[in-house]
């Protein structure tokens, strides 16, 4: 158990729909980042925020959003789904902000876009 | 533009044997890079890392040799184990992190 969690674990929509998806990092940690990972793809970074601020942005989608809350919980909002969008995606946390502290990664979401 | 690419999807291997798992780059900023292991239904776990000012890091069974000028990262796992089948993803980092396609690798007991 890494100590991050994801809520759901699981998700099944129609396209055209907006989902949330939550992720609780572990204690003491102020980044979180998000990834993707469709079928046959290594992880996508979407975006990382610390300690409430937006600190990199990767290949996000504007359909897509996050945000972190002054808990330090994060959410990632995705809008306007399409059947594409169906993937596993995974929030990491970390002590610091930048690429050298270890990330911890939740177990995930998978997203089901009918 | 996959800047990261792991080009085996699997590898087999006998126990007690060593299993080496390759990655790619094509950026030569990346100053940093990872490998991760992933079970089934679990996030990914850190398993090594690299500095690009090293060429060699080791933990116990696991070392990674880093080939600035072929832009190649290798891991090495010896002996291979039952317990080490899993898929390996490496990672490099500049101002994000990139991620490789992953090689699962099942060790044959």
């Known amino acids: 158990d890494s100590g991050v969690t994801q809520t759901p674990k699981h998700l099944i929509t129609a396209t055209g729909q907006r989902v949330t998806l939550r992720c609780s990092p572990r204690s003491g940690d102020l980044s979180v980042y998000w990834y993707q990972q469709s079928l046959d793809q290594g992880l996508q970074f979407l975006i990382h925020?610390?300690?409430?601020?937006?600190?990199a942005k990767g290949n996000i989608l504007e359909r897509f959003s996050a945000q972190q809350f002054p808990d330090l919980h994060s959410e990632l909002n995705l809008s306007s789904l399409e059947l594409g969008d169906s993937a596993l995606y995974f929030c990491?946390?970390?002590?610091?902000?930048?690429?050298?502290?270890?990330?911890?990664f939740g177990p995930g979401t998978r997203l089901t876009v009918l | 533009d996959q800047q990261v690419k792991q080009n085996s999807p699997s590898l087999s291997v006998q126990e007690g044997r060593i299993s080496i798992l390759n990655c790619d780059y094509t950026n030569s900023m990346f100053d940093y890079f990872l490998w991760y292991k992933k079970y089934p239904a679990e996030g990914p776990t850190f398993l090594i890392s690299?500095?690009?000012?090293?060429d060699k890091n080791e933990d116990g069974r696991f070392t990674v040799f880093l080939n600035k000028s072929a832009k190649h990262l290798s891991l090495h796992i010896v002996p291979s184990q039952p317990g080490d089948s899993a898929v390996y993803f490496c990672a490099a980092t500049g101002n994000q992190f990139y991620f490789g396609t992953g090689t699962s690798l099942t060790v044959i007991p």
């Open positions: 990491a946390s970390s002590v610091g902000s930048g690429p050298y502290n270890e990330q911890f």
């Open positions: 925020y610390y300690n409430g601020e937006e600190r």
């Open positions: 690299i500095s690009s000012i090293k």
